[in-house]
């Protein structure tokens, strides 16, 4: 027992109050320290990899450089004004927005049928999930290579096997008009990406308690009921970010267009980064291409920001 004369020690934390929290205050503030000092490196490369080229792109859209390596007489906001006066742009905007919108109607269904069967539970069904990210493997040049030689109107697989079955009646080239060629590019595009949109899918349903569905099944709702009514409103937080990353991974496309048509034919499948290309190493228009570049920039972190508050907003609901 403690002597009653012996004056008891302060309870702990009496000090920290009369000071007022200083004692708490000042760790936390070295624990935001420290994780800064941890993040500073990350941030460090961010800003040399990001932010630079992007001043150097501002910068070079303020000039008229032509040439590389060549410095550029100062001429402000002319360029952007020269860009925005030009039909061509507009046009070419139009068309990403087609080739967005087409990608993500097409990925998502396809993604979504593949990653429904896959989550079934069948004999090989590891075997399947292997195989169909075979073709999310598959280098660009040789998907490209593939689809030409299958697509072409003489010696190719698909004509033939679409006379055959009465589809068609001719032959048709899948690239010879505007409207055919855009759709068969969207289609490619769709089917070389939906892999790994089906994986992300594929793991968000993995996540979705299996006493629901049985739940339902027991009190007999059928198979579209349940879909409608359990997994597509558990998905939809993972279509939303598919649908923000699918986006600006799709409007960036530049590779598979070039490679398949260039652009053509007669300018139908001439998107932002195709005629960002063409007006810098083929008009040699340098700090016009920049001038596309950053309206571009600007148009995509405003779509990403919007869409990123209104998600924000649908959680805090």
Do not use: C
Request: hydrophobic share 55%; proline share 5%; no cysteine.
């Amino acid at each position: 027992m403690t002597d009653r004369g012996t004056p008891r020690p302060p309870l702990a934390g009496a000090a920290d109050l009369r000071a007022g929290g200083a004692r708490p205050h000042k760790a936390r503030l070295s624990e935001r320290q420290l994780a800064l000092v941890f993040v500073a490196p990350a941030l460090g490369l961010l800003a040399v990899t990001l932010l630079w080229p992007l001043a150097l792109a501002v910068d070079l859209s303020l000039r008229d450089v032509r040439y590389i390596g060549k410095p550029g007489e100062f001429v402000g906001l002319a360029n952007y004004t020269e860009v925005l006066t030009q039909a061509r742009f507009w046009q070419s905007g139009l068309r990403s927005l087609i080739w967005v919108a087409g990608n993500a109607l097409v990925q998502t269904a396809l993604a979504l049928a593949a990653a429904l069967v896959l989550h079934q539970s069948f004999p090989g069904v590891r075997i399947a999930r292997v195989w169909v990210l075979l073709t999310w493997i598959v280098p660009t040049v040789v998907v490209v290579i593939i689809w030409r030689w299958l697509l072409s109107s003489s010696g190719g697989m698909i004509n033939p096997l679409l006379v055959q079955t009465g589809l068609l009646e001719a032959p048709v080239g899948f690239f010879s008009s505007r409207e055919s060629a855009m759709t068969t590019l969207i289609l490619i595009n769709s089917w070389r990406w939906f892999p790994f949109v089906a994986l992300m899918i594929l793991a968000a349903l993995t996540r979705i308690p299996g006493d629901l569905d049985e739940a339902a099944r027991m009190d007999g709702a059928g198979a579209w009921k349940r879909f409608s009514r359990i997994t597509w409103p558990l998905l939809q937080p993972t279509l939303a970010v598919l649908l923000v990353v699918g986006t600006l991974l799709s409007f960036n496309v530049f590779d598979i267009i070039w490679l398949i048509t260039a652009g053509g034919p007669s300018g139908g499948t001439q998107t932002l980064p195709v005629l960002i290309y063409e007006t810098a190493f083929k008009g040699y228009e340098l700090s016009r291409a920049a001038a596309i570049s950053v309206l571009t920039g600007l148009v995509l972190m405003g779509f990403a920001i919007a869409a990123s508050r209104s998600m924000t907003r649908e959680d805090a609901a």
